[in-house]
């Protein structure tokens, strides 16, 4: 794979670029400006290991097109990233084609630190029908970004995503191809007594299946093996908040564990959800399968 690292102003001028074969470094030595873009292009749609900032961590992303481009933050929009990225006079930026051994593992398939509203080409991909004040620090893209520190909100590391108070509110993951999704983590916000929390929560997939998960007023992970599935995109929906004085209940992490969908023709195996018997400090694995097909339960949510 080819890949190009590049700078490029507001004008579309090219300000510094890099190229290489399987893996290119790119080393700025001037002060980011208003209207800077950091580009990423490629050879051909596949895995790529990107990192786009020193102060970010890398991530392993799929490019489902040919070229990337972020924005390079500033305001209110750097509020979701650590103080020192995009800072100074010295930027390392890296790109890497990945080995066909290193995506075929386990992982977290809902984890992009780069990802935000303009995206369409750089996945996972996180999208909402509502951010709270329409804010950074609340947009859906923080649910994504890796940073799990909750108990504060309103500032990095405490992203996340907020809802406007919006019982309607919903968050979809697009994967960019099919993947085999096994478990579902959520971390919900505790910056507690300022903060509520969800009772229930229900995720919709992309084969038309529905699963409902309870939920506790917790900071730590709630996990939730599930039957493998096949999926393009999930959509967490039917937030039930719990009944207390808060009305702000908001979402700072989620995890989607998979693999690669090695045979998209797997669409129709079941999903099933966990029962909460356990503590809610840990992870929480216990079966329970009620899958429910969207034509049996409501209407498709697409």
């Known amino acids: 794979m080819k890949l190009t690292l590049k700078i490029v102003d ?15 470094f790119l080393v700025y030595r001037q002060s980011y400006r208003e209207g800077d873009r950091v580009v990423v292009e490629v050879s051909e749609p596949g895995h790529v290991f990107l990192s786009l900032d020193g102060a970010i961590q890398s ?38 084609s990945t080995r ?7 992982r977290n398939l809902a984890l992009n630190p780069w990802d935000d509203h ?7 991909h996180a999208r ?10 609340f947009a859906a893209r923080n649910a994504i970004d890796g940073e ?46 300022h903060d509520s929390w969800w009772e229930k929560a229900s995720v919709t997939f992309s084969n038309g299946k529905t699963s409902c998960f309870p939920l ?21 929906h039917g937030l039930i908040k719990a009944e207390d004085a808060s009305p702000y209940p908001a979402l700072t992490q989620i995890e989607i564990w998979g693999t690669e ?7 129709d195996v079941p999903v099933a959800v966990e029962s909460d018997s356990g503590s809610a400090h840990g992870r929480l694995k216990t079966s329970v399968p009620v899958s429910v097909r969207l034509d049996d339960a409501e209407t498709d949510r697409r």
């Open 10 to 24: 507001a004008d579309g001028a090219v300000l510094a670029s890099s190229t290489g074969r399987d893996e290119t």
């Open 59 to 96: 991530g392993l992303v799929y490019m489902k097109e040919f070229a990337y481009s972020l924005a390079v933050p500033f305001g209110d929009k750097r509020k979701p990233y650590s103080p020192n990225a995009f800072r100074g006079d010295i930027h390392r930026l890296s790109a890497r």
């Open 100 to 106: 066909p051994d290193e995506i075929i593992h386990r």
């Open 118 to 124: 303009a995206n369409r080409t750089l996945f996972p």
């Open 128 to 137: 909402a029908n509502v951010e709270t004040r329409g804010e950074a620090v």
């Open 148 to 193: 799990k520190a909750n108990d504060d909100h309103g500032f990095w590391p405490y992203t996340s995503w907020g809802i406007n108070r919006d019982p309607q509110a919903a968050l979809t993951v697009e994967f960019g191809r099919p993947v085999r999704i096994d478990e579902i983590v959520f971390y919900l916000r505790a910056d507690f007594p």
């Open 216 to 236: 506790v007023k917790s900071g730590a992970a709630q996990a939730f093996p599930i039957e493998p599935c096949i999926a393009e995109w999930v959509e967490l």
């Open 261 to 267: 969908a090695s045979d998209a023709g797997d669409q």
